[in-house]
């Protein structure tokens, strides 16, 4: 007998789920410890990912060793479409996700690491201080002297905080332990990969060393997708995927183009055919990510 599904909507404040209790409860621990104790003890929940809203949940549940199956919001769409259900409120997609749950038997979804999580917030900072200073800076040229002496003033002070972040980083690396350690280490042996890169493949592609070439290419979204339908041949094109991971790759890859004696002749090869710059550099970051991931396999890179 399988275990009974719970399907959890949530939103920033509530979650309203559907189950053998049907409940509309606060996002907080407290109040999902209260419901969660009301069900049963094979109870298994399903819920989509939101960013950050999930996050209550995904520990609550961990701490209570409750099975939680955390989908891609794009996969429970395209379910719901499947069967026909256009409309859209809390309680009817906590409806489905339970349904998806009894029909599809998701495995559960291993739950973060604290030490990830707080990697995840540090580079959540550095990435809105390095999007604002990118947008101060092009505004720069565009103001009279007066208003650009301000920006800059501004510019100056986001540049301070991108670097305090960075140390933090450098610290958090420090005292993050040793499988963490060797993992980026490891990383950084691909020339190409630096350490604040790493970082950030670590906290993006978690699943880097556990999936195959395929697989981890799909996950970051560097795979080309076939386009095929009877005599049509369509391009093949990137798509989906993690695209915060996805750009650090693409930006590994730009230097590992010119830099890195393995993907040097490859990226020069493409180029000679008259692929344009772009489609070169992407068909290097996926040929970077197939390397690092085997780098990080058990059997290392002569592994499959």
Known sequence: MTSPHVGADVAQATIAF??????TVNNTPAALRAYLGTLPADAHLVCEATGRHH???????AALARPLTVLNPAHAR?????????????TLDAALLRRFGRERQPAATPPPAPERQALLDLLMVRTALVADLADHRRRDSLLVPAASRELRALIRVLRTRQHAVERQL??????AGAAWQDRVQTLCLACGVGVLSALQLCAYLPE?????????AKLAGLAPLSWDSGKLHGVRRIQHGRAPARRVLYQCAVVAARWNDTLRPHYQQLRARGLPTKKADVAVARKLLVYLNALLRPSGPGGT
């Open 18 to 23: 559907c189950g053998p209790t049907a409940a």
């Open 55 to 61: 996050y209550a949940l995904q520990q609550t549940c």
């Open 78 to 90: 395209a379910f719901a479409r499947s069967l026909g259900k256009l409309e859209k409120t809390d």
């Open 170 to 175: 450098s610290a958090w690396l420090e005292t």
């Open 208 to 216: 880097l060393g556990a999936c195959n070439r395929r697989e981890i």
